[in-house]
């Protein structure tokens, strides 16, 4: 079935450090994937989406690039503030199931 | 323009009661999505709704059930309540029964004592 792999956190990092956070996925067909993040106390939010091999998804300085070679979705950014401290869930859609799979998230905590 | 609310924001049950939670889905959007988000995990895939019927379905018993109205809002209902109940539980909305981008609500506390 498919099934989407995600780095265990947390993840630390000061602020103006890079960040990588690494998804993998299995998956028949062709599906769309995702990075949600989740502020403490509220649902989740769209951050990017790809929709096919080699896009790149990008928003607020995040991005991540569809890998159908390596099955990855990795989510970056060149510098982290404090305000990204959340927890970040990478996804997939297929289009034959209406439903998202999603891995089980990584926390991400920046400090001053 | 309103966004995926959902009430109420928390609830506290006990074991073998009922629960029914409720969604409106984002304006335009016709296609709702239940998710139970367990303490420290990803959300899972409970139903969809579309054109008023239940269109798919994960990995859960029948004691969830739901419903979705003509004006496309929806209800989640879960019966015989078990302590293992006890989640956030997430309505998506998106538009044209496909789903591909699915705006999420704040989200339901249900805590089961």
């Known amino acids: 079935g498919n099934s989407v792999t995600q780095m265990e956190g947390p993840v630390t990092l000061s602020e103006e450090a890079f960040l990588t956070i690494n998804c993998t996925y299995t998956?028949?067909?062709?599906?769309?994937l995702f990075w949600y993040v989740q502020y403490p106390g509220e649902g989740l939010q769209l951050l990017l989406k790809a929709t096919k091999a080699d896009d790149k998804g990008s928003n607020k300085g995040f991005e991540a690039t569809y890998r159908k070679e390596t099955t990855s979705f990795h989510l970056e950014k060149g510098s982290v503030q404090v305000s990204d401290s959340a927890v970040y869930f990478c996804a997939l859609f297929t289009s034959g199931t209406y439903k998202y799979i999603f891995g089980t998230g990584t926390r991400l905590k920046v400090l001053a | 323009d309103a966004g995926v609310t959902q009430s109420p924001t928390h609830l506290i049950k006990t074991r073998g009661q009922q629960v029914t939670l409720r969604c409106s889905p984002k304006?335009?959007?016709?296609?709702v999505s239940w998710y139970q988000q367990a303490l420290g995990q990803g959300p899972q895939f409970i139903f969809q709704?579309?054109?008023?019927?239940?269109?798919q379905r994960g990995n859960f018993p029948d004691r969830f059930s739901g419903h979705q109205f003509p004006n496309y809002s929806s209800e989640l209902n879960v019966n015989a309540l078990l302590l293992g109940d006890s989640a956030l539980y997430l309505c998506?909305?998106?538009?044209?029964?496909?789903?591909?981008?699915?705006?999420f609500g704040p989200g339901t506390r249900l805590t089961v004592l």
């Open positions: 709704y579309y054109e008023e019927e239940e269109r």
């Open positions: 304006s335009g959007h016709d296609t």
């Open positions: 998506a909305s998106s538009f044209g029964g496909i789903g591909d981008t699915q705006y």
């Open positions: 998956a028949t067909g062709y599906p769309s």
